[in-house]
């Protein structure tokens, strides 16, 4: 039977390869590293429905300034990297035009009203379903003055219809009695669940796809034989080759090289992330939480607690900057005051950025028989099984339950 490349066995790749396994296709997924080891190991393990703002909203570039001078803000640019970056900050710039903004908020609001809806039946195929915690995401301030600085945010999930409760005082403590005092308000995201750990996510599904006969093949891709205004075969690193009739791409922040290869280039940067994965806490808590005004996120996880968050733009190759996790670490501590950090790991991790947010999900515009599915950001995670479920129906030829325009990747 022919078979179908998956390239990049991050959560995205996983995914996609076992909804085209579970839709009877014969797949082959490829990585050059163990599956999982990219962005999907490390990240904040979120189902964060309601984080789809693009980052390129006026409220950002009103913060922007203050931010980039602080070297302890949440956005850094290394001054090195800023030549690089410039055609992608320019195209950054186009999308925050009022009515790009609104187009963008509409693209990354359809695809998390359905993260449940696809989430939830392909964790069931995959005998997964107990990955997910019953927890949703609290939104802490401290004051009157925070909470109105995130309204725009409240305002759009109003508008959108994203469920989400408003607390005040003690009725926080009462539900996550770890806060401090300080927090005199928070808003409840019940649906903002998390999986209790991201990496095994991957690795599971990964070994679900290799029972029922998936292939998996290490190997760093480095071109394609072409045919017939199509693609015929993977050609790897060493010279040897995978034949594909179909290919799909998702290679997270490495995914612009690959379609490079292609003479398809599209604007991928990384915006890294950094996380601390806290093993002995010396606290427990039911809900994650995000402060906005402070730039963090903690998530209870199997092993611990994870504190992370930030962003950094200094490309691929860069060393990491710890000094970032601990920032966040110290920041965590200001919510958290009985929180303990000694026994603690720190990773960082390169998250697939576009310039607009929103992700590109289907065919390429040059290929016949390839598709990519690449640029998710901040929600990897939570966009994976409807990403998976969107291929799969492109693949299978089946309309897909939502316009696919937004998403496409001829739009920069
Ligand atoms: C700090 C942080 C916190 C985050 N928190 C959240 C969150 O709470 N919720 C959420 O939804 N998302 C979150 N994200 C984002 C999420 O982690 C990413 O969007 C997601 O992991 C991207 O998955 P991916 O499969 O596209 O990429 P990756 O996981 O990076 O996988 C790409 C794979 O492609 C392989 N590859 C690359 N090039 C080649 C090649 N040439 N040949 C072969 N293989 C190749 C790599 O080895 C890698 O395994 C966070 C990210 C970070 C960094």
């Known amino acids: 039977m022919p078979q179908i490349a998956v390239v990049g066995a991050g959560i995205i790749g996983v995914a996609i390869a076992f909804e085209l396994q579970r839709r009877g296709e014969s797949v082959v997924l490829i990585d050059r590293d163990a599956p999982g080891k990219g962005a999907s190991f490390g990240n904040m393990a979120s189902i964060a429905i309601t984080e789809f703002m693009p980052a390129s909203r006026p409220s950002v570039w009103a913060q922007m300034p203050k931010w980039l001078l602080d070297p302890e803000g949440p956005v850094r640019v290394r001054p090195g990297y800023l030549p690089r970056l410039t055609p992608w900050f320019l195209r950054f710039l186009e999308a925050s035009r009022p009515s790009r903004v609104k187009a963008l908020e509409a693209a990354g609001a359809v695809l998390c009203s359905r993260v449940y809806e696809d989430l939830l039946p392909f964790l069931k195929a995959a005998g997964l379903s107990d990955v997910l915690s019953e927890e949703g995401c609290l939104s802490l301030y401290t004051d009157e003055v925070e909470f109105a600085a995130d309204r725009e945010h409240i305002a759009v999930l109003e508008r959108f219809g ?11 403590r009462d539900i996550e009695p770890a806060l401090t005092t300080r927090i005199g308000k928070a808003v409840l995201f019940p649906e903002n669940r998390s999986v209790r750990d991201p990496y095994k996510l991957v690795v599971s599904l990964t070994e679900r796809f290799q029972a029922l006969g998936g292939k998996m093949e290490t190997g760093d891709v480095t071109g394609f034989e072409r045919l017939d205004g199509g ?28 379609a490079r290869l292609l003479d398809e280039p599209i604007p991928l940067e990384t915006e890294r992330g950094y996380h601390t994965q806290i093993m002995t806490p010396g606290i427990s808590m039911r809900h994650s939480i995000i402060w906005p005004a402070k730039a963090f996120m903690v998530t209870p996880t199997a092993g611990g607690i994870r504190v992370g968050g930030t962003v950094e733009m200094a490309g691929l190759d860069a060393a990491p900057d710890f000094r970032r996790a601990k920032v966040l670490v110290r920041r965590a501590k200001e919510a958290l005051p009985d929180l303990q950090a000694a026994d603690a790991s720190e990773w960082m991790g390169h998250r697939p950025a576009l310039p607009d947010t929103v992700p590109i999900i289907g065919p390429s515009a040059k290929h016949a028989g390839v598709f990519y599915a690449t640029g998710h950001g901040h929600l990897g995670l939570t966009y994976a099984a409807t990403t998976a479920r969107l291929i799969g129906d492109l693949i299978a030829g089946i309309a897909p339950p939502i316009d696919l325009k937004p998403y496409r990747v001829d739009r920069f």
């Open 162 to 172: 994203f469920r989400h409760e408003v607390l005040v005082g003690n009725a926080i």
């Open 231 to 258: 693609v015929r075969a993977i050609r790897l690193k060493g010279g040897r080759t995978i034949d594909a009739f179909r290919v799909v791409l998702c290679a997270g922040a490495y995914t612009g090289s690959l």
